[in-house]
């Protein structure tokens, strides 16, 4: 069997790097100009670039408009409701603003059978542009909305809509997007494990106000890689709300192949595995809505090379964003390097992620969703949680494991990737080293108010107790093993 | 004899150039060369990301700059053309050239 030789002697070992395109400089589409731009070791010239991109952006779009999926008869495009826009300012959300634009919402000049025609009806009634503007998270951070606000002046016929992230925080934006509040206000301790709950309504020293409230939930996390994800899933959170409000039955995030790639690597390392279909594209049963929101990233197929491209050559404003301040070495940002190192020496690995990540489906049904990130949560989690970590050298707390403390703790209303982030302990120490109790953002607070949305089964603190809940007598009690197989003996094969 | 080249920065990057966004810079028009046969050599492209660097770079090269070439996440265009097909580092530049530099790094 030959071996593959030793490169440091042999120059021919070494196995030639591949070419940064196939082939000819020409364009691969239209055979006769000289390309512009390569594209995964494809050749594009910038006349063929711009119909490509455009074609890429369709079909990761229309696919989902519609409530039933099309089939084989193509009909019309028709939402169900409005469109909602997430902008960022960053190049993916600029880049998809300018395509819906142009798509969807622009003034036509090749309508044909006047515009009163059903063809030339408008897919979406409204379109609406939302930015959430972070700065107020974080000290001397600059506000980009009045930036922001000016790059989408442009696009008249969508109305923008600014928020800011505490609004995650205020009582009164929970009130004006159709939440119903708590009238106790709940506060969450990072430094125990099961995340106690209490309320302090009657403490005097409490922050009232939403920045100080944001400001103190973020810095209380334990995790640098906790503060890089929250910041995100408030901002979702936020956008969803809103959509909900402004009747909008599809949410379009600008999020890039290369972002999903990182979003999709970064998220499964912090135990998001469960919902990574959900990274790509979802929906969101919110209270109250008769039809669930799709959130659709159009741009998934087209890479952060080929936006960045386009966005030159149609002279589009990219405002630049801040970076979180301390996010050096959490998760999220060594996974961008890695990602983006990767795709300039083998672009077509990144889209390898993403293919591959699409193919994934869990085993097991969600039986509910999370209280703070609102995806779809693993059934059993806290039972495998248990088991797999040391938690506590305390003896273990079955009972309260298997039935949630509600309202005493937030876990068991968790995803594992949020318990995760909120719990896991940094090597290097806590970043935080005052109070540890912080607010909630408001959609978990209202929901701990509702216990029906998110318990599994009646408050029992002790086991071998007894409660009665209206017209029912529920008791805990554990079982030996002989009882349990006694329980199910007539379901058991019979083993010689 | 020298060259003058046309270079902008987008995608945010111009804020490490003095927040200038168009910089027209002069490069000689041979460098000096390594090889003993070739003493000198028009200027490449990596001449003029090196010239960049140390005339113009006003703030953390390391967002622009990792070992000889940009960092990776920069889009370099020659003449409204991809630097990759046009030999990246190793083109030659020429008077008049036009090099864009834009960031990608700015997320969705």
């Known amino acids: 069997m030959s071996s593959c030789g030793n490169p440091a002697t042999e120059t021919d070992a070494l196995m030639k790097r591949r070419p940064k395109f196939d082939k000819t400089r020409d364009c691969v589409k239209c055979k006769e100009n000289t390309g512009n731009i390569v594209i995964r070791h494809a050749v594009y010239c910038k006349a063929c670039f711009t119909p490509m991109i ?8 229309e696919p989902f408009v519609n409530d039933e999926p099309q089939g084989s008869r193509r009909k019309g495009l028709k939402a169900s409701g409005n469109l909602l826009v997430g902008l960022s300012g960053g190049v993916g959300s600029t880049v998809l603003l300018d395509l819906i634009h142009q798509s969807y919402f622009a003034t036509r000049t090749d309508v044909t059978g006047g515009k009163d025609h059903p063809r030339n009806e408008a897919i979406w009634p409204k379109g609406r542009i939302c930015y959430v503007e972070i700065c107020n998270a974080f000290p001397d951070m600059r506000d980009r909305t009045e930036e922001v606000r000016s790059a989408a002046s442009k696009y008249d016929s969508l109305e923008f809509l600014p928020l800011r992230l505490e609004d995650a925080f205020d009582e009164s934006w929970w009130i004006s997007v159709g939440g119903k509040p708590n009238s106790e206000n709940l506060s969450v301790d990072f430094s125990d494990e099961d ?38 899933t408030l901002v979702r959170l936020l956008l969803l709300y809103t959509a909900r409000t ?30 990574v279909r959900e990274e790509a594209q979802e929906e969101w049963q919110g209270n109250g809505l008769a039809k669930p929101i799709r959130i659709i990233r159009p741009l998934r197929d087209i890479g952060m090379k080929e936006c960045a491209a386009w966005a030159w050559w149609h002279g589009l404003k990219i405002v630049r964003k801040e970076r979180i301040p301390g996010g050096t070495q959490d998760i999220a940002v060594l996974t961008k390097e890695f990602i983006v ?32 990130c609102e995806r779809p949560v693993q059934d059993g989690i806290e039972d495998w949680k248990s088991k797999t970590s040391l938690r506590t050298l305390s003896g273990t ?70 409660k009665t809940l209206g017209s029912e007598v529920w008791q805990l009690r554990t079982l030996k093993e002989e009882d349990m197989k006694q329980a199910i003996s007539g379901f058991l094969l019979e083993t010689d | 004899m020298s060259l003058t080249v046309k270079v902008e920065f987008g995608g945010g990057l111009e804020l490490l150039f003095n927040n200038q966004r168009v910089h027209s810079v002069t490069l000689p028009s041979t460098t000096p060369s390594s090889t003993t046969t070739t003493p000198t050599a028009e200027p490449t492209l990596s001449n003029l990301i090196s010239h960049l660097a140390t005339t113009l770079l006003t703030d953390r090269p390391e967002l622009f700059i990792e070992k000889d070439s940009v960092r990776p996440g920069i889009l370099v265009l020659v003449n ?22 834009i960031s990608t790094l700015h997320g969705g």
């Open chain 1, 246 to 275: 402004t009747g909008s039955s599809h949410l379009v995030l600008g999020t890039s192949l290369t972002s999903l790639s990182i979003s999709l690597i970064s998220s499964i390392s912090q135990g998001a595995g469960y919902v």
């Open chain 1, 397 to 466: 707390k079955e009972a309260s494991m298997q039935s949630p403390s509600y309202p005493q703790h937030l876990t068991p209303h968790l995803c594992y990737a949020c318990h995760t982030t909120l719990t896991s302990r940094s090597s290097r120490g806590a970043l935080h080293t005052g109070s540890s109790r912080v607010s909630l953002p408001v959609w978990v607070n209202s929901g701990l108010a509702k216990p029906t949305r998110h318990e599994v089964s009646p408050i029992l603190e002790e086991v071998d107790s007894e």
């Open chain 2, 80 to 101: 409204d053309t991809d630097w990759e097909l046009e030999g990246e580092g190793a083109y030659q530049i020429k008077d008049g050239d036009e090099v864009v530099f």
């Open chain 1, 54 to 61: 455009s074609f890429k952006f369709r079909r990761g779009l």
């Open chain 1, 195 to 232: 995340l106690l709950i209490s309320n302090i309504s009657n403490d005097s020293s409490r922050d009232i106000h939403p920045i100080p409230r944001l400001r103190s939930f973020l810095s209380t996390l334990p995790t640098q890689t906790a503060i890089s994800r929250t910041v995100p």
């Open chain 1, 341 to 372: 190192g990767l795709e300039k020496d083998y672009p077509s690995t990144v889209s390898t992620i993403a293919r591959t990540c699409g193919k994934l489906a869990p085993k097991q049904g969600s039986v509910r969703a999370c209280i703070l």
